[in-house]
């Protein structure tokens, strides 16, 4: 099991990014792909999460309305749409694969990660 994300950058308050999380070894269907995001003293959050499954979708409070996660099951990649972004969106943000529906996202541990790719987000 491989991931890759891309897409992260600066940018300014309001503004959007798309990150892409590829993935490599596995079957998409079966798994929970989930963003998480990195604060250096803080803990890490996780943001979204989407089972390939069951379907389920998840966010986070603090970003509903404003990300939309998707996958492209053919391409095997898994988009994070961010908009509207806000100075406590900055962080490094990584996407993780695990044989699990994201109905226990929070609860199960995610098993594979990728590299993280660095958001931040100017005032």
């Known amino acids: 099991v491989q991931l890759v994300e891309s897409g992260g950058g600066l940018v300014q308050d309001g503004g959007s990014l798309r990150l892409s999380c590829a993935t490599f070894?596995?079957?998409?269907?079966?798994?929970?792909i989930g963003w998480f995001r990195q604060v250096p003293g803080k803990e890490r959050e996780g943001v979204s999460c989407?089972?390939?499954?069951?379907?389920?979708?998840y966010y986070t409070d603090s970003v509903k309305g404003r990300f939309t996660i998707s996958a492209d099951n053919a391409k095997n990649i898994v988009y994070l749409q961010m908009n509207n972004l806000k100075p406590e969106d900055t962080g490094v943000y990584y996407c993780?694969?695990?044989?699990?529906?994201?109905?226990?996202?929070?609860?199960?541990?995610?098993?594979?990660w990728g590299q993280g790719t660095q958001v931040t987000v100017s005032s």
């Open positions: 993780a694969a695990e044989f699990v529906s994201c109905n226990y996202f929070g609860y199960a541990p995610f098993g594979s």
């Open positions: 989407i089972s390939g499954s069951d379907g389920v979708i």
């Open positions: 070894g596995f079957t998409f269907d079966d798994y929970a």
